[in-house]
Nanobody, 124 residues
C-alpha cells in the first residue's frame, strides 16, 4: 500500500488543521494506522493510532483531548484533526500503516508502510 500525507501548513497558536493520509494500492480497511511526528533534532514520536478491527484509538499524552484520529474506509483515508495547536506541535507529521495488526499501536517499528510526511508549523 502507498500512503500520501497532506494537509500540513502554517497556523497560529490555538488554531486547527486536519491532516489526511490517503492510501492507494490496497484497501485501508484491513490496516491499523498511526500518525507520528518528528521535530528538528528529535526522534520520531507517536502521536495517535487507530486499529483496523474495532477502531480503537490511542494518543500520546501531549495531544490527548486536542487531537482526534479517525478513518473513512470508503475513502481509503485516515485523518488527524488537530485543535488548540501549540508551538511544540511543530514537526513533520507522518502516517503509517500495518495490515492485520492489533498489538501496541504506539510502537514506531511495528509499522510496515510510511507516507512521505507533511510539515506542520505553529507560530507563537
Amino acid at each position: 500500500v502507498q500512503l500520501q500525507a497532506s494537509g500540513g501548513g502554517l497556523v497560529q497558536t490555538g488554531g486547527s488543521l486536519r491532516l489526511s493520509c490517503a492510501a492507494s494500492g490496497r484497501t485501508l480497511s484491513s490496516y491499523t494506522a498511526g500518525w507520528f511526528r518528528q521535530a528538528p533534532g528529535k526522534e520520531r514520536e507517536f502521536v495517535a493510532g487507530i486499529t483496523w478491527t474495532d477502531g480503537r484509538t490511542d494518543y500520546a499524552d501531549s495531544v490527548e483531548d486536542r487531537f482526534t484520529i479517525s478513518r473513512n474506509n470508503a475513502k481509503n483515508t485516515v485523518y488527524l484533526q488537530m485543535n488548540s495547536l501549540k508551538p511544540e506541535d511543530t514537526a513533520v507529521y507522518y502516517c503509517a500503516a500495518r495490515q492485520y495488526y492489533n498489538g501496541n499501536i504506539k510502537l514506531r517499528n511495528v509499522y510496515h508502510y510510511w507516507g512521505q510526511g507533511t510539515q506542520v508549523t505553529v507560530s507563537s
